[in-house]
């Protein structure tokens, strides 16, 4: 298997994860889809990263679809509940990290614009999206729809999500009046899918 990615993007550490905690043998092929020039169109039409080629030449994007495609290769740990229900609480947590992770990378992109094209209010709008999702994320801690020492797709993409914000320092005081969401992200950074897929320092 090939995951074609970048080792800063958050959704790519995902997928990593989850392959690392799979134990599903993979080729890493860095590709730097902002840059000029980059490969990415050729797996993706969008030209976005994570995309997962198979042995058998299949290519699957993004990154709840590689997520699904993964875990019906039926590898323990069950990462998605089977019950359908269940499985669907999981993915809509996924997707309120995925959400943070794509506020907090339009955030990183509209500063790196000259400071006189940049907005404002668009950063505070995402700023706030930010906050109302690690407040909601916090809330399923607390009513104990997701627990600090769940390991599974939403608390990984959660993790993911979280430490990207921690790595573009972007709502640096994420963790101010959260202190479920801490313990969660503390617990899983501990695992060693997590120590090998940190983004690298700048
Ligand atoms: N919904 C997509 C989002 C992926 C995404 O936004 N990836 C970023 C890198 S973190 C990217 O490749 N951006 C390139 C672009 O937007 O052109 C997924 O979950 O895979």
């Known amino acids: ?22 134990g ?12 000029q020039t980059n490969g990415v169109a050729q797996y993706n039409p969008l030209g976005k990263v994570p995309a997962l080629v198979t042995d058998d030449g299949e290519c699957w994007y993004d990154s709840p679809i590689i997520a699904e495609y993964l875990e019906l290769l039926d590898i323990a740990p069950a990462l998605i509940p089977r019950e359908p229900q269940a499985a669907l609480r999981i993915r809509q947590l996924e997707a ?9 990378l339009v955030s990183v992109r509209e500063q790196t614009r000259p400071v006189a094209q940049q907005s404002p209010e668009e950063l505070l709008r995402q700023r706030e999206k930010i906050s109302r999702g690690l407040d909601a994320l916090e809330a399923y801690l607390v009513d104990g729809t997701l627990k600090t020492d769940d390991v599974n797709l939403a608390t990984i993409a959660i993790a993911c999500a979280i430490d990207y914000l921690n790595f573009r320092r972007v709502s640096p005081g994420w963790c101010v009046d959260r202190p479920q969401l801490v313990t969660l992200v503390e617990t899983l950074f ?11 320092k700048a």
């Open 190 to 200: 501990q695992r060693e899918s997590f120590a090998r897929t940190e983004p690298p």
């Open 96 to 104: 309120l990290a995925d959400g943070i992770m794509d506020a907090a």
């Open 1 to 22: 298997m090939k995951l074609i990615g970048s080792y800063t993007s958050p959704f790519v550490r995902k997928i990593s994860v989850i392959l690392l905690e799979k």
């Open 24 to 35: 599903i043998t993979f080729e890493f092929i860095n590709e730097l889809p902002y840059n």
